[in-house]
């Protein structure tokens, strides 16, 4: 069931270049308000069997990022500019009909929410096998075996009879594996796993986390995991990439961004995730402020408004993406964590009363509204 | 009705609430019932938190609205202080709800998008406060200070012009201007990022200081529930199966479903080993036809014949920690089981 379509057009010889390599990608949404800039320039090379994590909050845009590589939004409203090369072609020129070839048999996506990603009204068989025979031009018997092999290799019970049911008769976590079943069904290179497991109850999210790391060692394949949840990502992904109103702040190894994270932000968002390790009452450190407009985000560094090692420079002058000493750390800050230049920022501003500063040091409630003032209790 | 056992519950003075063998079912037609909560009990001392934690169809929800009254419980037990609350007429009921507020999980819903956020908050006020319209105001604006909301810039404002943590701040306001006793926050903060999910646990914990508010938090992430509460009740398919102070329980699970619920729980962390000991395959059973005994035995990797036949009932662990298993996961107090 991996064997290659006929209708694919690209080379298929196996080779050390990266699969996916993302230039400057830009996609803009133009609305009545204005422009709503959701990926602001992204660049990042991924190579053939890894797995790199996408986080952020919200509004960050690592989902219009992750639908843009694989070209989902092609509308009269949405520009995107810069380049996109997988498996050394430029995927961003072409339509939707030249897609059709690359979904499903070289890049496959599943959906944060398996009520609404399938069809209700039509059997899973159905919506299991649809690309199938459009790919791989197979018999509708054929199909069938191939659909009810791929529920068993997901680990669905019971997979004939549940080839002929419609959706509403399974559970949230079997949807989800039919889903993935769907995603994997033509055997793509590439998948994109969209808060996969947003949905689902914890002990189901263990479970769906295992069988999308199985399957895509097993296929070897190479996957973006896009998720709000540090958690995830820490035990899931080789590298993680960290989006904050539609830029990567921040991008290494797992390891390495967790043991030696530069930026403010990802510092932040680590901090503020409530520990099961920590013991119960523990305060936690909160962001102040909240996500910026994308219409009109503010000036220099994005974060800077509720950084708490702003600078004068930070809201002026937007930092660029540098490489860190560690191989492979690259980040966009002029006072990263742990420098002597971010330890002097931070002091400066608790001296001069800076709310953001404050309520990172707990000095104040955090809250969304950034007054000079703060809010006390 | 064969309940989990009262051993847990406590003999203290200052109960304020207290539950017990609460049950509550759902007709579905062709008599047949959803069991959503099956004989549970539970006692929360004035200033607790109690957690409530569990996957989506264990009852948590339920157990919160049935405090409430909302709707009334098929059986057992609801005492405010001393007022037996499943007794009460619906308009002695009504009345006494002033005493306890619900928060929920989505606060945009929750908030009527077409009232201004100055009448929303003063809605309560309306029919149980003060008439005088400034009177009112005052109240209100206290309580939009209080969740660190700008009172004059939100009082003519309406919900959509806010984000999804001040309409949960908003939310907040709105249950405190009766002063109630006891808050049943359900998933509050489920629906936000972490960043503001964090700015309102941190709030909730200075309102629950400053105005000596008694919380149920009723959450599915461990670490969240861990965070704001002083004792975690564990809940499945309607039952209770462990009950403890909330830094003991997270340090010795002691109902093999805690221990898969923590186990499952992402770690931010890429050092810790995932682990997979305690994953079955099984799925969450229907509420419609629950397994006799144990209902987690289905999906318990420790489960035998025992858990079949005979429904496991409150142990000690200590003092402070109690659970409902015939394997617990560290040493308890012996009891008699009988078998049904």
């Known amino acids: 069931m991996t064997e290659p379509s006929p209708s694919r057009t690209i080379s298929n010889s196996p080779s050390s270049d990266p699969l996916l390599v993302v230039e400057d990608l830009k996609t803009h949404f133009e609305i009545e308000a204005g422009m709503v800039k959701a990926v602001d320039g992204v660049s990042f090379t991924l190579e053939r069997g890894k797995t790199l994590g996408i986080v952020g909050e919200s509004g960050s845009g690592k989902t219009v990022l992750s639908r843009s590589i694989m070209r989902l939004n092609i509308a009269p409203n949405v520009h995107t500019s810069g380049s996109v090369k997988y498996d050394g072609e430029e995927l961003l020129g072409k339509s939707s009909r030249e897609m059709q070839d690359y979904w499903g048999a070289e890049m496959a996506m599943v959906f944060q929410d398996p009520m609404t990603s399938l069809n209700p009204v039509v059997k899973i068989g159905r919506q299991l096998t649809e690309h199938v025979r459009y790919h791989m031009k197979v018999s509708k018997k054929e199909a069938r075996l191939q659909g009810i092999e791929s529920l068993r290799s997901v680990r669905i019970p019971e997979p004939e009879e549940r080839f002929d049911v419609y959706p509403h008769e399974m559970s949230g976590g079997m949807r989800q594996r039919v889903c993935i079943a769907s995603a994997l069904a033509c055997g793509p290179k590439m998948l994109f796993a969209d808060e996969p497991t947003t949905a689902l109850d914890v002990t189901v999210q263990h479970q769906i986390l295992n069988l999308l790391q199985t399957q895509q060692k097993d296929r070897f394949m190479t996957m973006i995991l896009v998720t709000h949840d540090l958690g995830v990502v820490a035990g899931r992904t080789d590298d993680i990439a960290v989006m904050y109103a539609g830029r990567i702040v921040e991008k290494a190894s797992t390891r390495q961004l967790f043991a030696g994270m530069r930026h403010p932000y990802t510092e932040a968002l680590l901090r503020s995730i409530p520990k099961a390790s920590n013991p119960s009452h523990t305060r936690l450190s909160a962001i102040a402020g909240r996500p910026p407009d994308l219409i009109n985000p503010p000036q220099g560094c994005k974060f800077s408004p509720r950084c708490p090692y702003a600078q004068d420079r930070c809201r002026e002058e937007e930092p660029q993406i540098q490489a860190d000493s560690a191989p492979g750390h690259e980040f966009a800050c002029h006072f990263p964590v742990g420098t002597p230049e971010n330890k002097a920022a931070f002091e400066k501003n608790m001296a001069d009363g800076n709310p953001a500063t404050l309520a990172a040091s707990g000095q104040i409630t955090a809250t969304e509204e950034l007054s000079s003032e703060g809010v006390t209790l | 009705m064969a309940g989990s056992g009262k051993a847990h519950l406590r003999d203290r003075d200052d109960i304020l609430l207290s539950v017990e063998d609460l049950t509550v079912e759902f007709p579905v037609g062709g008599g047949r019932k959803v069991y959503a909560v099956s004989g549970i009990s539970f006692d929360i001392a004035k200033g607790e938190t109690l957690g409530l934690v569990g996957e989506s169809g264990c009852g948590k929800s ?4 049935a405090i409430l009254q909302l709707p009334k419980p ?20 009504r009345a006494r709800r002033t005493d306890l507020q619900m928060i929920f999980q989505d606060p945009i819903s929750s908030l009527n998008p077409r009232r201004k956020i100055g009448e929303v908050v003063a809605e309560p006020l309306e029919v149980w406060g003060p008439s005088d319209k400034d009177e009112q105001w005052e109240i209100v604006s206290k309580m939009l200070d209080a969740v660190g909301i700008n009172p004059d810039v939100a009082r003519e404002k309406r919900p959509h012009e806010f984000s999804g943590g001040q309409c949960q701040r908003i939310s907040i306001a709105r249950s405190l201007v009766m002063e109630p006793e006891v808050i049943i926050c359900d998933e509050p903060v489920s629906a936000l990022d972490v960043s503001v999910q964090a ?17 149920v938090f009723i959450a599915h992430d461990l670490a969240v529930v861990k965070n704001i509460s002083d004792r975690v009740a564990v809940m499945y398919l309607g039952k209770m199966c462990e009950m403890s102070g909330s830094d003991e329980l997270y340090a010795h699970p ?3 479903y805690t221990k898969l619920l923590l186990s499952s729980s992402p770690i931010p962390d890429p050092l810790v080993v995932i682990d997979n000991s305690m994953l079955t395959d099984g799925e969450l059973p229907s509420p419609m036809a629950p397994p006799s005994g144990c209902r987690f035995r289905t999906r318990c990797p420790l489960a035998d014949e025992i858990c079949e036949r005979a429904e496991p009932q409150m142990r000690r662990v200590n003092d402070d920690h109690y659970v409902a298993c015939h394997h617990p996961l560290v040493e308890v107090d012996e009891v008699e089981v009988s078998l049904s």
Request: glycine content about 10%; overall charge negative.
């Open chain 2, 62 to 65: 339920t157990t919160g609205r």
């Open chain 2, 74 to 93: 098929t059986g057992g037990s609801v005492k405010l202080k001393d007022i037996e609350l499943t007794n009460l007429e619906n308009e002695d009921m």
């Open chain 2, 199 to 215: 700015q309102i646990l941190n709030m909730l914990e200075d309102l629950k200081a400053q105005y000596g508010l008694t919380l």
């Open chain 2, 254 to 256: 002691a109902h093999p």
